[in-house]
């Protein structure tokens, strides 16, 4: 099975809330976490990562949260606007020093004007 | 800079036949890998590599070759084409520090009838 999966496959919020997308994993090894933003028809866009050494790290309008001890990466995203909306995926760096990332199926976030 | 750029971004292929997916980034980063993306799921890496000369396989290799002669190519070889093989592959490129994300490019959409 894979290491890398999603609480919620579809989220849909209203214009200028808080969005959360949660993302369990399994490897406890995995030392950096990736969160990955897809629109239709494109590639993986990156939007913020995380070494295993935190447990925080802030973007803009992003923010990672890294719980080592359940296993839990989220990712919340401050003020959605309609652009916001695509399909979110969490990754893992499972390869060690070669960087050969493990997806989760990810999650479409809708956001309703 | 053009990042990384995927060619052909359709195609369309009789069970049997072959044909190459281009790659190539402009970011002079030595690793690069290929994925493929099945609907609604997340992505699988195919094969990689971490620099001219050298490349490996992926989770899912079967049915795919690579070659790496340069730093900025990365082409993915498709021998007898079979309807499992219809997907969207998108390729992906990135520096040799540590903690550095995977850029992808836009991908190509493979049809096999």
């Known amino acids: 099975g894979e290491s890398v999966g999603l609480h919620l496959p579809t989220l849909s919020v209203q214009e200028g809330d808080n969005s959360i997308i949660n993302c369990a994993y399994s490897?406890?090894?995995?030392?950096?976490f990736i969160w990955y933003k897809q629109e239709s028809g494109k590639g993986p866009q990156f939007i913020i990562d995380?070494?295993?050494?935190?447990d925080k790290r802030q973007g803009q309008r992003v923010t990672v949260l890294l719980n080592k001890t359940v296993k839990h990466l989220s990712l919340q995203i401050a003020a959605t606007q309609p652009g916001d909306s695509a399909v979110y995926f969490c990754a893992e760096n499972s390869g060690g020093s070669n960087y050969k990332l493990t997806f989760g199926k990810g999650t479409l976030l809708t956001v309703n004007p | 800079n053009a990042g990384v750029t995927q060619t052909p971004k359709f195609r369309i292929l009789k069970i049997g036949q072959s044909m190459t997916l281009q790659c190539t980034q402009d970011m002079n980063h030595n690793y690069m890998y290929w994925y493929r993306q099945d609907p609604g799921m997340g992505l699988k890496l195919i094969y990689y590599s971490v620099g001219a000369g050298i490349t490996d396989k992926g989770e899912v290799p079967n049915g795919y070759n690579v070659s790496r002669s340069t730093t900025e190519d990365f082409p993915l070889r498709l021998e007898l084409a079979a309807p499992s093989q219809t997907s969207v592959y998108f390729c992906?490129?990135?520096?040799?520090?540590?903690?550095?994300?995977?850029?992808f490019g836009d991908g190509t959409r493979l049809s096999i009838l």
């Open positions: 992906a490129s990135r520096t040799g520090r540590d903690d550095q994300p995977q850029h």
């Open positions: 995380i070494r295993s050494n935190m």
């Open positions: 490897n406890s090894a995995s030392d950096y």
